[in-house]
């Protein structure tokens, strides 16, 4: 009968960890975290701290016991740790048990909190898909960055070369020009930096001018196509899989359908006039 209880007891974890209202009520939890976090931040009264001090233990051990739900209703508990996003949470949960609040290591204990906000992602299946879309895109955006990357550091030389004496806070190295530059990809008061190089270069208007295309435009356009076309294959690919699990037919079955019918009709076609020939 072992087996049989444990069976049932993992169905039920299984079923509590699937529940709409538990992964509503963790998220709630995340939230208030968040907030305790944002709080401590404020000078406040002793008694006040104190009883936030309660309270971010009792979030510390609910999540402690959410991750044990999680872990008791996988069906294959050697593969709970195979998800990235499992042992992310379990460490978080792990290294915030340890009582280092009075220590060298309180600093650490600090920022592990911080990072429990960061559940919400493991939690939420749009943020995990936005997320592993934006993973997934890191080895064609590295091309654009470092085209980008390129385009900075030669715009940043010239400027470094021409509107060094101009402004050294600016333009006094080609470090500092980068950084001035990348001011004027997000429009941060780009004006001012243009009609200052603009009194002793009248023609400077053209190096702004191109820059902020290649950049704002052209690059940061390329960037949100990359990003986008990754995040449609990503929902494409949750589809699939969604629709494999339910037993429906995908669009490569229906696809692999259509061409066996187009062979049936055209082999059809290919011994209908043999029949005639034949009578």
């Known amino acids: 009968m072992a087996p049989l209880n444990t069976d049932v007891w993992q169905a039920r974890f299984n079923r509590l960890r699937s529940n709409k209202a538990f992964e ?7 939230v208030i975290s968040a907030l305790v976090i944002g709080v401590k931040t404020y000078p406040l009264p002793v008694m006040v701290t104190k009883a936030i001090v309660i309270l971010d233990w009792g979030i510390t051990f609910f999540f ?4 044990t ?8 508990k050697k593969r709970f740790f195979h998800s990235a996003w499992n042992v992310f949470d379990t460490l978080i949960v792990v290294v915030s048990l340890i009582p280092i609040d009075n220590s060298d290591l309180a600093l650490i204990g600090r920022l592990v909190r911080i990072f429990r906000v960061l559940r919400m992602v493991s939690i ?12 997934a895109a890191l080895p064609q955006l590295g091309y654009v960055l470092l085209m980008m990357f390129i385009i900075f550091y030669i715009y940043a030389a010239i400027g470094s070369t021409f509107f060094a004496s101009i402004n050294p806070n600016l333009w006094g ?6 950084l001035t530059l990348f001011r004027v990809m997000t429009f941060e008061d780009w004006t001012d930096v243009m009609y200052e190089t603009m009194a002793v270069y009248p023609l400077s208007w053209a190096f702004y001018l191109s820059f902020i295309f290649l950049s704002a435009f052209a690059f940061l356009n390329m960037i ?18 969604a629709a494999e699990e339910a037993g429906e037919p995908t669009l490569m079955d229906l696809q692999n359908e259509i061409r066996e019918l187009k062979a049936l009709l055209v082999e059809g076609k290919q ?7 034949h009578v």
């Open 64 to 67: 402690l016991a959410e991750i």
């Open 224 to 241: 949100i196509g990359i990003v986008v076309n990754v995040m449609e294959e990503e929902h494409a690919a949750q589809a699939r899989a």
């Open 271 to 277: 011994v209908a006039p043999q029949r005639v020939e």
């Open 173 to 178: 190295d080609i470090a500092i020009s980068m």
């Open 69 to 76: 739900i999680r872990y008791l209703g996988e069906p294959d």
């Open 124 to 135: 939420i299946p749009e943020l995990r898909t936005l997320l592993n879309s934006l993973l």
């Open 24 to 30: 509503l009520f963790v998220i709630s939890i995340i």
